[in-house]
């Protein structure tokens, strides 16, 4: 079990991403419509968010709408945008009294203007507090986080402001989403699926991967200390062996 040298507590994550995933088949099982399960799985958003300020996680990162859900009904999409925004009106008083700075991520080029402002507004609002760091992923994909820091990156060589050599992994992840904050050491995707479907794709290299059947809209703060349990238990060598990592344990 992975426990912090200092204190011999057991170590948390630094930094959680999670995929909510299972939003529809929660509410096909209760025969309502898929719009019920997303409104059910802002509640469990509420309860992990809750549940991961009263652990003092640092960051917490949520995908609320991938890249590729334009693909899905037009009336779900919608629903989708109108949900994310409600939520964040209803919600960004509250969070700014628990001292959460809020953040969102993603391509915001096909958001509405009125969309755009509520952003603003919560990101100005939150932007100076210390407490947990709660990101949301909105028309975010991993492809296009990448995407938009090659075509950074080859602008700036084109322009002579960069040279070729100057590329490199730690340069790569300066131009990235995220840059000033640490990757997810724990990854959760909810709904029995075990995909990260271009979610943070060069963030996620290193992460331990949790996946559990639970439905989204039934995750809560029992599903989450399963997951911290989990990350507790898993060693993380990043490349190294066990007794490299012991090595550095013990002049710690
Ligand atoms: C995946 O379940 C879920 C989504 C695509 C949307 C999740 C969004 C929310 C819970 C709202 C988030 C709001 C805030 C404020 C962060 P699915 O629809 O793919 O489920 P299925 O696989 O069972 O069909």
Known sequence: MQRSSKENSVVLPRH?????????????QRFLPR????????????????????????IITLWAF????WKRPKQEVNYLMELF?????????KL????????????????TE????????AEKLTAENT???FVVAFNYGGYWDITTACKQIASEVQRGVLTVDAVTPELIRQRLTLKDLPDPDLFIRSSGEQRLSNFMLWHLAYSELYFTDVLWPDFGEAELDKALAFFASRERRFGCISEQLEEVEQHA
């Open 85 to 93: 925004m409600a939520s964040l009106s209803q919600e960004i008083k």
């Open 96 to 111: 700014h009294k628990q001292n959460v700075q809020v953040r969102i991520i993603g391509d915001r080029s096909q958001l």
């Open 114 to 121: 009125n969309m755009l402002q509520h952003i603003a507004q």
């Open 131 to 133: 407490g947990l760091k």
């Open 35 to 58: 719009t019920a399960g997303h409104k059910a799985g802002v509640e469990a958003v509420r309860r992990v968010v809750k549940a991961c300020v009263e652990k003092k996680i640092e």
């Open 16 to 28: 959680i991403a999670i995929i909510m995933d299972g939003n529809g088949r929660w509410a096909k």
């Open 66 to 69: 991938g890249s590729e859900n």
